[in-house]
């Protein structure tokens, strides 16, 4: 009866996974952790070998799971603390070591999906995404890219235990918080960062109570290009690199034109071919890149001829290119414009 009763208090209280676990365990939602109860009668010490040939170790009791603490205090008299069951009451009570019991046994699963990648592209997400993550989490994602490129990510959504639960981001291999770029928790949407070096790591941090469904992130690699400023007196013209050659793969490319602030900029592209949708140049009417000061958003085959006058006296521009088809890309011409 008292071997029935653990098992509905530990193992069935909650919806269970077992896919986590080794044969024989049962998976418990609440402290993310692996359980076995033994069919035989043990003396203490018998638990313990018991626990240790099933790969596990034996539950500690009397302090509380959190603890992990492997073998219960003794008191002077040599009690241990074992199971006690009256009807449907389940708790704990002190008797001597020697007296035989059920062993109850965990083992802590490995229920993180981090690793290592590398190349040009990829993305992470957290455990069971979209499905509720687990509790009692760290699990850290090192993502690599080539020398002389960044990293770009973009977590389109991130749910998690607002002030509790995090996604973090790292650009050295340090868990430290001073060493921390961000830590993100809570309901967050459309949150993007690019790296200043070819290393990101990204830790997902639970703590021991309630869940979420956690975070999807997509990253891509990028080419470390300084901008180029065009600040020539009333004229001048920009190209895509390697123009007319094709462009590389993976650029991110800035430039900036500025004038006199009394004068506008009159921006004319006269040839114009990217990979449609894909690679891209952007264009905006500040020093700013922000959604709100994008003038357009240029790709395809379709573009030139194309002009457009500015409102202020500085134009910023993007070209981004991912790691398909490259093509010659284009050809822009500028001139100020007097303010009337």
Known sequence: MIRQIILSFFLFSSVLTDNECPYGYRFYPETAICYHLSEDLYDFDGSVSYCQRKGGRLVSLIQGERNGIAREPKTTNGDCVTFKGVGSSVGLQTSQCYQQQYAFCKIVPNLCNGGVQNGSFGSIQSPQYPQQYYNKLMCLYYIYAPEGFSINIYFPQINTERYYDFV?????????????????????????????GSFLLVVFRTNYVITDIGFYAAWNVERI??????????????????????????????????????????????????????????????MNQTASKRIERLSGNSVAPWNWLSTSNIVSLKFVSDGSYQYKGWHLMWNMVDRK
């Open 225 to 286: 290009q300084p901008p180029i400023v065009s600040n020539t007196t009333t004229s001048g013209e920009l190209i895509s690199p390697n123009y007319p050659n094709d462009y590389d793969t993976f650029d991110n490319q800035i430039y900036y034109i500025k004038v006199i602030e009394e004068a506008r900029i009159n921006v004319t592209i006269d040839d114009f071919l990217t990979q449609e949708t894909f690679d891209f140049l952007e264009i905006f009417d500040s």
């Open 168 to 196: 973090e981001i790292y650009e050295k291999n340090s868990t430290l918080y001073p060493d921390r770029i961000v830590g993100l928790s809570g309901n967050i949407s459309n949150y993007e960062y690019r790296s200043n």
